[in-house]
């Protein structure tokens, strides 16, 4: 039961993609006698490395489409690309049929490790800064030891989720040919495609989506995550947090910690939809 309650704290706050589903011999086999410390030929030492590790996506890069219904007759889609790293993008398109004529809301947002980006309509949007890029060069700038061992926490956090989906799947179910989890969630029921952390239906009051495609290993652009140079630039509203300190707790076995860093601080929601992915 706990180990499913951590997945859906992870799911429901905007957990980046888990690692390859192990098995219990593979989780041991990993880690076995010698602790968490990932080796030193396996420890990462650019924050390219580093993002893989804090945002991994098995399978390559995925699109995920999905059909938006909701009440009056309003509709609309909504397009997910995502990629390891922490890189995403959503696309969306609400018609509402009004009694003055029809109205159609589009709008964009993209997250990538150093920046997140939001807008509708015609609006340029705005850029808060991101914080998973801060996060990697900080534990690049971590001597050799305590970065392999903030990297194994990270390892074990990843792979005690992904026991967790062994010993409690949970209820199943499957959508656009992909098992999902389905848990209750702001006043209605997601199913989260747990492998990804992306939701591939939801069911609520107010609309309901459903994922109807889904391409893995997706060839995207070279500016799939480009964000608009017209975009307004806005102040971060918080202080930017002691990332050495946070480390330091990491390595005390601080796992609220952890989780903070990887997902409260890291993955904000970007789409009109429940802040799943």
């Given amino acids: 039961m706990g180990r499913r309650f951590g997945i859906f704290v992870c799911l429901v706050l905007g957990c980046e993609a888990a690692s390859p589903e192990p098995t219990t011999a593979s989780l041991g086999a990993r880690h076995g006698d010698a602790g968490v410390t990932a080796s030193a030929a396996a420890i990462p030492a650019t ?6 590790e804090l945002a991994p996506l098995a399978g390559g890069a995925v699109v995920v489409v999905y059909d938006v219904i ?9 397009e997910i690309l995502a990629a390891a790293g922490g890189y995403r993008r959503d696309n969306w398109v609400i018609r ?9 809301i589009r709008g964009s947002a993209i997250q990538t490790p150093d920046a997140s980006w939001r807008a509708e309509g015609e609006s ?3 850029v808060e800064p991101g914080r998973l890029g801060a996060l990697a060069s900080a534990i690049v700038g971590l001597d050799p030891i305590s970065r392999g061992a903030v990297i194994g926490e990270i390892q074990r956090f990843r792979d005690e989720l992904a026991l967790g989906r062994i010993e409690d799947p949970g209820e199943r179910d ?5 098992p999902c989890v389905r848990v209750r969630a702001g006043g209605g029921e997601v199913c989260t495609w747990e492998e990804a952390g992306l939701p591939l239906r939801y069911d609520g009051a107010a609309f309901s989506i459903v994922a109807s495609h889904i391409e893995h290993g997706a060839e995207l652009g070279t500016h799939a995550f480009d964000i608009p140079p017209d975009a307004a630039r806005s102040p971060l509203a918080a202080p930017t947090p002691d990332l050495r300190s946070a480390l330091a707790q990491v390595l005390a076995g601080d796992r609220a910690e952890l989780v903070r860093l990887l997902v ?3 993955f904000p929601s970007l789409s009109p939809v429940p802040a799943t992915g």
Wanted: proline fraction near 14%.
């Fill in 70 to 78: 909701g009440p009056a007759g309003m509709t609309g889609s909504l």
């Fill in 124 to 126: 340029v949007g705005a």
């Fill in 174 to 178: 499957t959508v656009a040919g992909v």
């Fill in 96 to 104: 509402l049929p009004l009694p003055d004529g029809p109205r159609e």
């Fill in 264 to 266: 409260v601080d890291s």
């Fill in 47 to 52: 924050p390219e490395a580093v993002l893989a």
